[in-house]
C-alpha cells in the first residue's frame, strides 16, 4: 500500500526567505505524486502533480516540486515567501493512472513571518 | 455555485444519534469523494462514487457509516449511532472522473460528537 510521510507539522518562514516542505512516499509501484493547499476558511485545491513526465514540476503561485526516486521524496519548494502563502498543505498519493482514490499526508502549516 | 457545497458546515451531536451530512458536487462532475480529517491527522479516504459503476467503499470504518448518491448529484453520508471517535471533519470532494488527478473539495462538515 502506497502512503506519504510529511516531516514537520508546522513550518515558519520570514517573509521573503526560501518554502521548503517535505513529503516522503513509500509505493510499491511508480507512484503519482501531488500538493493540495488548504488556504484559511477554503476547500483543499491542486497546487501541483507529478504523472511520470518531467521531475520537477511546476505548480500555481510559484510553487514547484522535485520527483526524486532515489530519495522518495516530493519535496514543495518556493523561492521567496509571500504573506498569502499562510496555509495548510497536503502531500498525496495514488498508485496508478486512473486511480483517483488519493493517500493524503498528515498535513504541514506554513505560517510566514513579516 | 460553481463549487462544492456541503451542509451542515457544522453539527453538534449527542452520542447514539444519527446524522446526515450533505454534498452538492459541481455540476458535470461524474466522480464523487468523502474523507473524513480527525484532528492532528491527514486525510482519510471513506468512500467514492464515479458514475453508475458500484461505489468503493473499501474505506468506511464500520456498518454504522453508509452513503448514497443519486445519479451524479447530491451525495448524503449518514453516520448512525454516532460515536465520539466519530467527531471530525467531513470532506467532500468531486471530479471530471477522467483522472486528471484533480478533485474540488468543499469546505468541510465539522462534526462534534458530545
Known amino acids: 500500500a502506497q502512503s506519504v510521510t510529511q516531516l514537520g507539522s508546522h513550518v515558519s518562514v520570514s517573509e521573503g526567505a526560501l518554502v521548503l516542505l517535505r513529503c516522503n512516499y513509500s509505493?510499491?509501484?511508480?507512484?503519482?505524486l501531488f500538493w493540495y493547499v488548504q488556504y484559511p476558511n477554503q476547500g483543499l485545491q491542486l497546487l501541483l502533480k507529478?504523472?511520470?513526465?518531467?521531475?520537477l514540476v511546476k505548480g500555481i503561485n510559484g510553487f514547484e516540486a522535485e520527483f526524486k526516486k532515489s530519495e522518495t521524496s516530493f519535496h514543495l519548494t518556493k523561492p521567496s515567501a509571500h504573506m498569502s502563502d499562510a496555509a495548510e498543505y497536503f502531500c498525496?498519493?495514488?498508485?496508478?493512472?486512473?486511480?483517483?482514490?488519493?493517500?493524503f499526508g498528515t498535513g504541514t502549516r506554513l505560517t510566514i513571518i513579516p | 455555485g460553481a463549487g462544492v457545497s456541503q451542509s451542515p458546515s457544522n453539527k453538534v451531536t449527542e452520542k447514539g444519534k444519527d446524522v446526515e451530512l450533505r454534498c452538492d458536487p459541481i455540476s458535470g462532475h461524474t466522480a464523487l469523494y468523502w474523507y473524513r480529517q480527525r484532528l492532528g491527522q491527514g486525510l482519510e479516504f471513506l468512500i467514492y462514487?464515479?458514475?453508475?459503476?458500484?461505489?468503493?467503499k473499501s474505506g468506511l470504518p464500520s456498518d454504522r457509516f453508509s452513503a448514497e448518491r443519486t445519479g451524479e448529484s447530491v451525495s448524503t453520508l449518514t453516520i448512525q449511532r454516532t460515536q465520539q471517535e466519530d467527531s471530525a471533519v467531513y470532506l467532500c470532494?468531486?471530479?471530471?472522473?477522467?483522472?486528471?488527478?484533480?478533485?474540488?473539495f468543499g469546505e468541510g462538515s465539522r462534526l462534534t460528537v458530545l
Open positions: 498525496a498519493v495514488t498508485p496508478n493512472f486512473g486511480n483517483e482514490k488519493l493517500t
Open positions: 462514487f464515479q458514475g453508475n459503476s458500484a461505489p468503493d
Open positions: 509505493s510499491s509501484v511508480p507512484p503519482y
Open positions: 507529478y504523472t511520470s513526465a518531467a521531475t
Open positions: 470532494a468531486s471530479s471530471l472522473g477522467l483522472w486528471s488527478g484533480e478533485l474540488f
